[in-house]
């Protein structure tokens, strides 16, 4: 069974101040993906690795950026927490190779305050 | 541009059939997904479409017309559990991200 997990399920933060997202898979997957969730808006696609080191903008980069140091984790980071970025926060990885299923982990429900 | 079209919201009643519509307009295409996500979970797999035609796996089945940009997804013998948000996703090239619909809630009564 793929397991995606994420470091928090709920996490408060103050404006300003520098959030890390941890998610890590035990597929050997070699995409990895960030997504916000809000309501009547959907997922939304932040960014995405296709391999170690590697990253691609996806469609709301702003404010945020990603590290993958190792193929199982990939990490998301706010640079300086604003109000708007209070969201659910959606990892996902899958293999490559093809069109192939994305699988989810639980989400962070990130609240800025 | 990319759009993914579904109804917001659509109720209906035990042991009742639900189709719910996606229409899509991409600049690529390859293959159709179906997510179903309960509430503050995360959203899991139900099926996967690249040619056209209908998929059935169980109560869900899930129809495909590539020339019309259309899929449903059906689901048949409704349960209460079957409330959930669908979540529509278009593969534009493999290897890449999906595109996501804004989700269709589904809500089940008895």
């Known amino acids: 069974d793929v397991k995606v997990t994420q470091s928090s399920r709920y996490l408060v933060k103050r404006t300003g101040e520098k959030v890390f997202l941890e998610c890590v898979q035990d597929?050997?997957?070699?995409?990895m993906f960030w997504y916000r969730q809000d309501p009547g808006l959907g997922l939304r696609l932040i960014y995405f690795s296709y391999d170690v080191k590697m990253k691609e903008k996806g469609d709301i980069p702003e404010g945020y950026s990603v590290s993958r140091e190792k193929k199982e984790r990939f990490s998301l980071i706010l640079e300086s927490a604003s109000t708007n970025q209070t969201s659910m926060y959606l990892c996902a990885s899958s293999a490559s190779g093809g069109t192939y299923e994305q699988y989810f982990g639980p989400g962070t429900r990130l609240t800025v305050t | 541009g990319q759009n993914i079209d579904q109804p917001t919201e659509m109720t209906a009643t035990e042991g009742a059939i639900v189709q719910i519509n996606c229409t899509y307009q991409t600049s690529g295409f390859n293959g159709l997904f179906w997510y179903q996500q309960h509430a503050g979970e995360a959203p899991t797999f139900l099926s996967y479409n690249v040619l056209d035609g209908l998929e059935e796996k169980g109560r869900f089945s899930s129809f495909l017309s590539r020339s019309k940009g259309y899929s449903y997804l059906l689901l048949k013998e409704l349960q209460m559990k079957d409330s959930a948000s669908y979540l529509c996703a278009v593969s534009k090239e493999a290897g890449t991200a999906l595109i996501f619909g804004k989700g269709t809630t589904l809500s089940v009564s008895s």
């Open positions: 597929m050997d997957h070699e995409n």
